[in-house]
């Protein structure tokens, strides 16, 4: 199947994740609310097949909405994203008081979840407040999607089982709520769940209280996804250990309450051709004719920044023939800005860089450009393209988009050298990157060296190969291989391609 295709599900695609595909806004001067759209890969590849098959996405609005009945507003004639063509009753908004809201997300997803399951474990708070609060929110996108199903009409169901899908760290109790109560009520549907995170080893994963309830809750699916096999097999083996599951390692199965569930490696993808065609429409931004060192991150202690700059630090030191010669550019995106840790994060950082330029800058150079901010898709193209050294170094990540973006803009005929660490999803697979340890600082201040000093066969060769990976996995073929994983993909041409 070439990844021109529009690839459609056999059924009603119902997807249900945290956030719609775009965010509520009121306008001051109308008074009226107002779609914002959102530009990630999720979006991009999810969105269209939802559109073309008639299906639904539920999800909290990114607001507190006046009134929680209030019609989804249609998208704006000028509206030119991957959701302008999603009609307000494709939409599903969900809704949650204020303080229950804040104690799912911010309290249990983010304070409790987003640690642990990135091992960091010290950082995690556990707290049956908040646990609470997120069964609670958990029952209500699953009472959502209940409605929704009862809903559908009968062609809709003979056309194929509807499908749900589930998304991320969030709504892990849902599926079980859905599948329990929809048997009572004689509902056919196939349910899949798709986690953007790590999943933890088991002697993590079991420091949570309420572990089991998690475990079977996602257990409610038919098949649930991961980036990487590691995640997959720490996932059975938690299903094994914590619930005495039979488990069959080799070909990814749990056998749960008489089913058996599909546990499935589902590497992300971005989508290449618009980045691909974004490199080539970009303006060049990078006024210097000095090599730069890029990094781009929300601003998240998972991201390895304060190790990174500390290794681009021992870099100058090391090797000061890279002095007034490199500099670092680094794009700090602001987020989870009322939670301490993320307020104590954005302190050391500033410190930090203010601490490395005072040492090295010199009256024409200055070591480390830093943006605390968010610049615009194209921008971030232009940077992309024109870096020679990508720093993707997170102290874990499930997969890590970046590293994927950088090497899709990589059109000059001298490419840059893409540096990750094998902490991230995409340490698994991108074999040509050269791989560094964010924790050894000495160590990983020589591989920035190395990168910067690559001989350009070299740095062709690995990059090729980096780009023709990225191009055939994009995010177009991730969309399919869920489809497919459930057994639930019709491409163009009618032609059923179940595995
Ligand atoms: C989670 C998982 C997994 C960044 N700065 C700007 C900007 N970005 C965009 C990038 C990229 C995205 O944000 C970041 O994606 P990552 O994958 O790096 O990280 P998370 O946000 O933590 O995502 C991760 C992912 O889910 C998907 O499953 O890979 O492991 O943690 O797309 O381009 N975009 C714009 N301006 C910026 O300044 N426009």
């Given at each position: 199947?070439?990844?021109?295709?529009?690839?459609?599900?056999?059924?009603?695609?119902?997807?249900?994740?945290?956030?719609?595909?775009?965010?509520?806004?009121?306008?001051?001067?109308?008074?009226?609310?107002?779609?914002?759209?959102?530009?990630?890969?999720?979006?991009?590849?999810?969105?269209?097949?939802?559109?073309?098959?008639?299906?639904?996405?539920?999800?909290?609005?990114?607001?507190?909405?006046?009134?929680?009945?209030?019609?989804?507003?249609?998208?704006?004639?000028?509206?030119?994203?991957?959701?302008?063509?999603?009609?307000?009753?494709?939409?599903?908004?969900?809704?949650?008081?204020?303080?229950?809201?804040?104690?799912?997300?911010?309290?249990?997803?983010?304070?409790?979840?987003?640690?642990?399951?990135?091992?960091?474990?010290?950082?995690?708070?556990?707290?049956?407040?908040?646990?609470?609060?997120?069964?609670?929110?958990?029952?209500?996108?699953?009472?959502?999607?209940?409605?929704?199903?009862?809903?559908?009409?009968?062609?809709?169901?003979?056309?194929?089982?509807?499908?749900?899908?589930?998304?991320?760290y969030h709504l892990m109790l849902a599926a079980n709520t859905i599948r329990n109560e929809a048997e009572s009520l004689d509902l056919k549907f196939k349910i899949g769940f798709f986690l953007h995170i790590p999943f933890p080893p088991?002697?993590?994963?079991?420091?949570?209280?309420?572990?089991?309830?998690?475990?079977?809750?996602?257990?409610?699916?038919?098949?649930?996804?991961?980036?990487?096999?590691?995640?997959?097999?720490?996932?059975?083996?938690?299903?094994?250990?914590?619930?005495?599951?039979?488990?069959?390692?080799?070909?990814?199965?749990?056998?749960?309450?008489?089913?058996?569930?599909?546990?499935?490696?589902?590497?992300?993808?971005?989508?290449?051709?618009?980045?691909?065609?974004?490199?080539?429409?970009?303006?060049?931004?990078?006024?210097?004719?000095?090599?730069?060192?890029?990094?781009?991150?929300?601003?998240d202690y998972t991201k390895g920044l304060v190790h990174r700059l500390r290794s681009f630090e021992a870099l100058l030191e090391k090797h000061p023939e890279h002095i007034g010669k490199v500099t670092m550019l680094q794009i700090s995106?602001?987020?989870?800005?009322?939670?301490?840790?993320?307020?104590?994060?954005?302190?050391?950082?500033?410190?930090?860089?203010?601490?490395?330029?005072?040492?090295?800058?010199?009256?024409?150079?200055?070591?480390?450009r830093y943006i605390y901010g968010c610049v615009s898709q194209m921008e971030l193209a232009a940077f992309y393209r024109d870096s020679a050294v990508a720093l993707v170094t997170p102290l874990r990540d499930g997969m890590n988009l970046?590293?994927?973006?950088?090497?899709?803009?990589?059109?000059?005929?001298?490419?840059?050298?893409?540096?990750?660490?094998?902490?991230?999803?995409?340490?698994?697979?991108?074999?040509?990157?050269?791989?560094?340890?964010?924790?050894?600082?000495?160590?990983?201040?020589?591989?920035?060296?190395?990168?910067?000093?690559?001989?350009?066969?070299?740095?062709?060769?690995?990059?090729?190969?980096?780009?023709?990976?990225?191009?055939?996995?994009?995010?177009?073929?991730?969309?399919?291989?869920?489809?497919?994983?459930?057994?639930?993909?019709?491409?163009?041409?009618?032609?059923?391609?179940?595995?």
């Amino acid at each position: 199947t070439s990844s021109q295709n529009a690839t459609t599900a056999n059924g009603k695609l119902i997807v249900v994740a945290n956030r719609l595909p775009f965010v509520l806004r009121k306008n001051d001067q109308t008074g009226k609310w107002e779609r914002k759209a959102s530009a990630g890969g999720l979006v991009t590849a999810v969105a269209p097949v939802v559109i073309q098959g008639n299906g639904l996405w539920i999800g909290w609005p990114g607001v507190q909405l006046d009134d929680p009945n209030m019609p989804i507003p249609e998208s704006d004639p000028s509206d030119c994203t991957p959701t302008a063509g999603l009609r307000s009753n494709q939409v599903v908004a969900v809704y949650v008081e204020p303080q229950i809201f804040d104690s799912y997300y911010n309290g249990c997803c983010n304070g409790t979840f987003w640690p642990l399951f990135h091992s960091m474990p010290d950082r995690a708070v556990f707290s049956s407040d908040t646990w609470k609060a997120y069964a609670a929110v958990n029952h209500e996108f699953a009472d959502k999607t209940l409605n929704a199903l009862k809903c559908l009409n009968k062609e809709d169901i003979e056309a194929g089982a509807p499908l749900v899908w589930l998304h991320d760290y969030h709504l892990m109790l849902a599926a079980n709520t859905i599948r329990n109560e929809a048997e009572s009520l004689d509902l056919k549907f196939k349910i899949g769940f798709f986690l953007h995170i790590p999943f933890p080893p088991w002697d993590i994963f079991r420091l949570f209280p309420w572990a089991d309830e998690i475990l079977q809750g996602m257990l409610g699916c038919d098949m649930v996804g991961f980036h990487i096999e590691d995640y997959c097999l720490n996932f059975v083996e938690c299903c094994q250990r914590r619930l005495g599951c039979r488990v069959d390692r080799k070909s990814l199965l749990v056998e749960h309450g008489g089913r058996t569930v599909r546990i499935r490696p589902l590497p992300i993808g971005i989508p290449y051709d618009r980045f691909l065609q974004m490199a080539h429409e970009a303006p060049k931004l990078i006024s210097t004719n000095q090599q730069i060192v890029l990094g781009v991150d929300r601003l998240d202690y998972t991201k390895g920044l304060v190790h990174r700059l500390r290794s681009f630090e021992a870099l100058l030191e090391k090797h000061p023939e890279h002095i007034g010669k490199v500099t670092m550019l680094q794009i700090s995106v602001p987020s989870r800005t009322d939670v301490k840790e993320y307020q104590e994060l954005k302190e050391e950082m500033d410190q930090l860089v203010g601490r490395i330029n005072g040492k090295f800058t010199t009256p024409n150079w200055s070591p480390i450009r830093y943006i605390y901010g968010c610049v615009s898709q194209m921008e971030l193209a232009a940077f992309y393209r024109d870096s020679a050294v990508a720093l993707v170094t997170p102290l874990r990540d499930g997969m890590n988009l970046v590293a994927k973006e950088y090497v899709a803009c990589q059109i000059n005929p001298s490419p840059g050298v893409l540096i990750v660490s094998p902490f991230a999803g995409a340490g698994e697979m991108m074999h040509e990157a050269l791989i560094c340890n964010p924790y050894e600082i000495d160590d990983a201040a020589e591989v920035i060296h190395r990168a910067l000093t690559m001989p350009e066969d070299e740095r062709v060769l690995r990059m090729n190969c980096l780009r023709r990976r990225e191009k055939e996995n994009d995010v177009n073929y991730w969309m399919r291989s869920f489809l497919k994983a459930m057994g639930t993909l019709i491409t163009e041409d009618g032609e059923d391609v179940l595995p």
